[in-house]
């Protein structure tokens, strides 16, 4: 059955970023009709699910490209750290403790708070075991997932239950892509996930080089922390990206969260190989690693694309939080003109499509994209009377209690408060359940 979301305003982000009067058309799971649409388009379909819109915004479901999945029942648990000691005193531990049940109900409450958001995809790193359990909850939610196991194959202070071989490493991370890529029609896909230089061998990150030139896409860390980099530095002699890109994991299919601490020659690797830079402003902020200087790499060609890392360094997972803060914190530096809303509500959408690899598929409202969109009602104290620029409406006024409803793939997955793909109340049943369990477990 068709959907038809009628009478709204259409925020695009095609590439003249049109902002419509009119209807949205969506048949078989893409759009097929935006603006005003013919008599005989809306007579060939089968039958239609109609949505009023009237009075509302419709955008492009956001994209949240940086995500830990499994971590989002450690939620509260690892607080007032710097990075290298929140991973090893916190983080690590509480990873190595999930089984398969704790680890796909982390993945389904996370997924839940994305999509009650109105995010309708993200690009996720897992931990080390029982990946297959977060692209299970994503199947059955109908979310749209890009992930993959974490790689860790330097055993040097990680628990027993994150230890791994490198050949092991390789050989499931091969296996999970042969399972899941391109699985549900496409909403899932795989991305290789070394979890950063410092828990990975060259061995290791040679082999995911050889598979990145091989058409597989990469997601990790670089250059969080002072601390982090300069390990870096003293182990390979280089920068962490300079590093990185002498073994091969730079370019367009590669997609490196936070980027805090670069070289001037640094930020032009990332310009010139494409590479898609992940910033999560919440996340830097809260572990006071620092700010990634976002307007002046914009300026210089990068992709730049938006997450919220996890929930135990944000504490939450809620896209237009990190829209506001991006908009925000770099203006003392740049001036109140130097960063302008449209970007930042591009680097949430479009920007995050990028750095999944689906920017002909997602990330804007055009003819022959998925029908992966969200509904917002603005029409509430905090956001009227609003002005005339849309951007800044969604990104200074906007919040997810604007939600009403979420679209992937033509099927609605969230309408007004309620989820039609999963079951709100066992979820949140289970997972406090299962993060007393991980803490029993951890002792």
């Given at each position: ?103 796909r109900v982390s ?40 992930g993959g196991k974490a ?293």
């Open positions: 059955m068709d959907l038809l979301f009628s009478g709204g305003t259409i925020v695009t982000m095609d590439p003249e970023r049109r902002v419509l009067e009119g209807d949205l058309l969506v048949r078989d799971g893409r759009i097929v009709a935006l603006g005003e649409i013919p008599g005989e388009v809306l007579a060939a379909g089968h039958g239609q699910r109609p949505v009023d819109c009237r009075g509302k915004i419709l955008i492009p479901g956001l994209i949240q490209s940086h995500v830990h999945l499994c971590q989002t029942l450690f939620r509260g648990q690892a607080e007032e750290l710097e990075l290298l000691d929140w991973l090893r005193e916190r983080i690590w531990p509480f990873e190595a403790a999930h089984d398969p049940e704790s680890l993945a389904e409450l996370g997924i839940a708070e994305l999509i009650a958001g109105g995010t309708t995809a993200c690009l996720d790193m897992g931990t080390v075991r029982h990946t297959d359990a977060i692209f299970e909850a994503a199947e059955e939610t109908g979310f749209r997932l890009t790689m860790m194959d330097v055993r040097r202070g990680l628990p027993a239950g994150l230890r791994e071989k490198t050949s092991d490493s390789l050989k499931e991370s091969d296996r999970l892509r042969e399972r899941w890529e391109g699985e549900a029609g496409g909403r899932l896909r795989y991305a290789y996930a070394p979890r950063f230089v410092l828990s990975c061998t060259e061995e290791l990150l040679q082999g995911v080089a050889e598979r990145c030139a091989d058409g597989a896409r990469v997601h990790t860390h670089a250059s969080e922390s002072q601390e982090e980099l300069a390990a870096v530095r003293e182990r390979s002699g280089l920068d962490n990206v300079a590093y990185l890109d002498r073994l091969g994991l730079t370019g367009e299919r590669v997609a490196l969260a936070h980027c805090v601490w670069l070289t001037a020659r640094e930020q032009r690797i990332l310009a010139e190989t494409g590479t898609h830079l992940l910033h999560c402003p919440s996340s830097n902020l809260k572990l006071g690693s620092g700010l990634a200087k976002i307007p002046e790499l914009e300026a210089l060609g990068v992709h730049v694309a938006l997450g919220p890392d996890g929930a135990p360094c944000n504490n939450n997972l809620d896209q237009w939080v990190e829209m506001r803060l991006m908009a925000l914190i770099h203006l003392p530096r740049v001036g109140p003109a130097g960063f302008p809303a449209r970007k930042v509500f591009e680097a949430a959408t479009l920007g995050g499509a990028r750095a999944l690899g689906l920017e002909q598929e997602v990330g804007s409202l055009e003819v022959g994209k998925r029908g992966d969109l969200a509904v917002l009602d603005l029409q509430r104290p905090a956001t009227l009377p609003g002005g005339q620029d849309i951007y800044s409406r969604l990104v200074f006024s906007a919040g997810r209690d604007c939600v009403e409803t979420v679209a992937i793939d033509g099927q609605i997955v969230f309408d007004h408060g309620v989820f039609l793909t999963l079951d709100r109340d066992r979820v949140l049943r289970e997972a406090d359940a299962h993060a007393r369990a991980i803490v029993g477990r951890i002792g």
